[in-house]
């Protein structure tokens, strides 16, 4: 029977199924997919096909295509990788002007990962309640950066939320970002992606950080990537403790290809092998100096590169 794969804990995996059930199941460890070199063979977002045996046992068996998934940056295994999630329409940065900042590097690495994974991405800026007139000057202008480039962006702040719920079905720009598909919600540890959550779904399905800390501080919420159901078309993956993204098995004349500002510039280099760090007649040098490509992408492009450059010769 096919099924989506909602849940993973590392040794098995949570399958729903067309008729609302959902099934524990199992992978062979001799099962392996061809052409990716990963620690999970399954991920989050999967559709596979599952077998059971007479003892009761759910295996699967099978594993369809995917649209696209989307890679965590393992940590400390050069070649190892972990896939977050697979089949995504849409992933969504929830992102904080303050309390806590989130650096526009932070950001850029984010769309640029989504960039090479060819999976659609939007901005969702939280907290908006906090904001004084210079950081609501801020949010303006990184809207403006981020719509330039046609990532659709929100301003919202999830505590509203979390008190008028029903304003999230009708009014809230929340019903734009998560209807109809699967969207993959991430964050930096304390922008309020679990108040959001929660918001969403009118009920705790996140501990938020207010609630965890308020327990024990060495517990850990939850580990493993979960899918939620909204509503029958509608799905939204947490990604917990996701610190950053990965660009796996790039060249570094290819990083430009995943920023789409400095891509556009980048046909009217004189080199076409240009990477933009200075070169003779590189147009994207002559366009940041113009102010026609911001600086902090211009900076976020480099921090790349110089990772690239590192990993080359560690
Ligand atoms: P997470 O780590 O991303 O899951 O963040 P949490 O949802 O745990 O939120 C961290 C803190 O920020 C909590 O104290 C929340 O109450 C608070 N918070 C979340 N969203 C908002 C918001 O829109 N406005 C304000 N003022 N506080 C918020
Ligand atoms: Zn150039």
């Known amino acids: 029977m096919k099924g989506l794969v909602i849940k993973s804990t590392g040794t098995s995996y949570g399958v729903y199924f067309e008729d609302g059930t959902i099934a524990d199941c199992h992978v062979k460890g001799n099962f392996r997919i061809r052409g990716i070199r990963s620690t999970n063979p399954v991920a989050i977002g999967d559709y596979v096909e599952v077998t059971t045996n007479e003892d009761g046992t759910n295996w699967i068996t099978e594993l369809y295509d995917r649209k696209n998934y989307i890679i965590r940056r393992a940590t400390n295994l050069s070649y190892a990788s972990h896939i977050l999630a697979a089949n995504v329409d849409m992933a969504a940065l929830i992102v904080t002007i303050n309390h806590p900042k989130t650096s526009t590097t932070f950001i850029d690495r984010f ?95 996140a501990r938020t950080g207010a609630i965890s800390s308020a327990h024990h501080k060495g517990m850990h919420t939850t ?49 076409s092998n240009c990477i933009h760090t200075g070169e003779p007649g590189c147009a994207v040098y002559q366009a940041v100096a113009k102010g026609e490509i911001a600086l902090s992408r211009y900076e976020s492009y480099l921090s790349i590169l110089d990772d690239t450059q590192e990993s080359k010769y560690r």
């Open 223 to 271: 580990t493993f990537s979960e899918m939620h159901q909204w509503d029958d078309s509608s799905w939204i993956i947490d990604t917990p403790g996701i610190k950053g993204f990965g660009l796996l098995d790039v060249e570094k004349e290819e990083i430009s290809h995943y920023f789409r500002d400095i891509f556009h510039v980048s046909r009217d280099c004189r080199y």
């Open 111 to 205: 769309l640029a990962t989504c960039e090479a994974y060819r999976v659609p991405a939007c901005l969702i800026f939280n907290k908006i309640d906090l904001l004084n007139e210079e950081e609501l000057q801020e949010l303006a202008t990184l809207r403006q950066l981020y719509e330039s480039l046609d990532y659709p962006t929100y301003a919202i702040s999830a505590l509203d939320l979390a008190s008028s719920p029903d304003s999230l079905i009708t009014s809230s720009p929340l019903y734009d970002i998560f209807h109809n598909r699967v969207t993959l919600l991430s964050g930096n540890s304390g922008v309020g992606k679990s108040t959001l959550l929660n918001a969403i779904f009118g009920k705790d399905i």
